[in-house]
């Protein structure tokens, strides 16, 4: 998961790209990046460790001239979190000069990694799929080449073939240096990206990302998702051309988005994130019911902030007084997105600190997102007793993650999650709850599925990490071996 923008403008693009990322810095912590490029094809760039608004200086800013340019927020599940060298975005002079970014996972970076010295005869610098990825699409555009000066046909044949080449999940945004802005997304559109449009008196100006709030803080309209497997190209001087680029695309979203990455202010694949959260609420506090009495609950408490709307539905279909427990610290990132589990431990205390007050004596029911290494949670329900809570009841609005998630999101490694090969009953005792609920996995597909508007055709969702199928169809035993492995050394 990383967040990504891309804009073509009328002037300076620096400052909307900077804003963009300070929105989109949810997705991504470790590193963070902005590239440019001007109308003569010279193009600038500066990437730097750690958060947006600590990262770039006014001279930096100032050195990012151009009316095209791409910004981009690391959430490292590629390569090393700490090697400034793997941030995005990259660059390779030939041909023309491609600068790229991209959020989501290669799945066959074994096979591409050796293409690249026996097929492409190119050479990558780091252990990053967005290298990879981005050397396959300057030697699918290598292969274009013909007399006639670059144009949209030939950029949409070397996307095609990309498609063919890669595998997994990725939503692109580059640049091509003198011609424009080029974006794409998955034949299946696992990773969100979404086209919006803003009407100046010297024409259109275009931005394309990760999520619909970027669009509406900066005044542009939303256009339109980009569909699976399509390519849009928008020139410098502003003209959009789009084609599908993919054989066969279906539309099949990952479900964590809306569990827990996207922001609840936007809407992915017509569908509003924070309405979807409401929905797993219903759903939940009806899955509650049924294995928890309601005189063994006192109040409902959110785990913020993502937790909130469904912990708010929860409360109003159990009939329990709703009410917040924890304060959080603004100033600490996301925990689940931090690079390490011993980092992740060590901010959960600096994060959240409890309200002895709302505690005291009180049956509470704890509303999380979602659990994944239990780390987390295990610290919440020892922090709710020491305020002197008389029971937890915890329940997750997702169902339990026990299977490795592949496309985007770092959890490669199957023994790492505490759902993995136990109980439910296990599980609570090893966060030590008093009762544990779950999320029912169809539950969760109906209340992001039912949100759908505006024309919008779920073909499915990726509920990999919940159910072990992967929508791609190309990951197997062996593979999934491999990534654990690789994640140990």
């Not at 498609?163 to 990773?191: C, M, N, Q, T, W």
Request: hydrophobic share 40%; net charge negative.
């Amino acid at each position: 998961m990383c967040g990504i923008v891309g804009m073509v403008g009328r002037d300076h693009v620096n400052q909307d790209i900077y804003d963009a990322l300070l929105l989109l810095q949810h997705r991504g912590q470790d590193a963070t990046g902005i590239a440019t490029s001007e109308r003569n094809g010279v193009q600038h760039a500066v990437k730097k460790q750690g958060q947006v608004r600590e990262a770039f200086r006014t001279r930096d800013m100032r050195s990012l001239l151009g009316n095209v340019g791409l910004g981009h927020v690391r959430y490292a599940t590629k390569g090393t979190a700490s090697a400034e060298e793997e941030a995005q975005p990259f660059y390779v002079n030939a041909p023309y000069g491609i600068t790229l970014i991209h959020n989501g996972n290669l799945t066959n970076t074994r096979e591409l990694t050796s293409d690249m010295t026996t097929r492409d005869r190119r050479h990558v610098n780091s252990s990053s799929d967005t290298e990879l990825l981005l050397n396959v699409l300057a030697s699918e555009l290598q292969a274009t080449t013909s007399p006639v000066d670059l144009d949209a046909d030939r950029i949409f044949e070397a996307v095609a073939r990309t498609h063919k080449r890669v595998e997994g999940a990725y939503a692109v945004i580059s640049f091509i240096a003198g011609y424009g802005l080029l974006a794409f997304r998955d034949p299946f559109g696992i990773r969100p990206l979404v086209l919006g449009r803003r009407t100046t008196a010297r024409g259109d100006d275009w931005v394309v990302t990760s999520e619909s709030l970027v669009l509406e803080n900066a005044d542009y309209e939303v256009v339109r998702e980009v569909a699976p497997g399509e390519a849009i190209f928008i020139t410098n001087d502003g003209e959009l051309f789009s084609r599908q680029c993919a054989e066969s695309p279906k539309l099949m979203p990952c479900s964590f988005e809306y569990v827990y990455l996207a922001r609840p202010d936007s809407i992915m694949n017509g569908v509003s994130v924070y309405e979807s959260r409401l929905r797993m609420g219903e759903k939940l506090a009806a899955t509650v019911a049924k294995h928890v009495p309601v005189s063994e609950i006192d109040v409902v408490m959110p785990i913020p902030d993502s937790a909130r709307p469904a912990a708010m539905e929860v409360a109003r279909f159990l009939g329990v007084e709703y009410r917040e427990g924890f304060y959080k610290n603004r100033y600490v990132g996301r925990t689940f997105i931090m690079p390490g589990q011993a980092a992740r431990k060590k901010s959960v205390r600096q994060k959240l600190n409890t309200m002895s007050t709302e505690f005291q004596g009180k049956k509470v029911l704890l509303v999380d997102d979602s659990i994944v290494r239990g780390t987390t949670s295990r610290q919440i329900i020892q922090m709710a007793r020491n305020a002197g809570a008389a029971s937890v009841t915890f329940a997750s609005a997702a169902p339990p993650v026990r299977h490795p998630h592949v496309y985007g999101i770092n959890m490669p490694s199957a023994t790492e999650l505490i759902a993995h090969g136990r109980t439910i009953p296990e599980i609570r005792d090893e966060l030590g709850a008093d009762h544990l609920v779950y999320q029912e996995i169809e539950d969760l597909k109906e209340a992001i599925m039912a949100g759908a508007t505006n024309g919008t055709h779920f073909d499915d969702l990726d509920m990999s990490c919940f159910d072990g199928r992967y929508v791609t169809g190309t990951i197997n035993d062996e593979y999934l071996g491999w990534v654990a492995e690789t994640q140990r050394s």
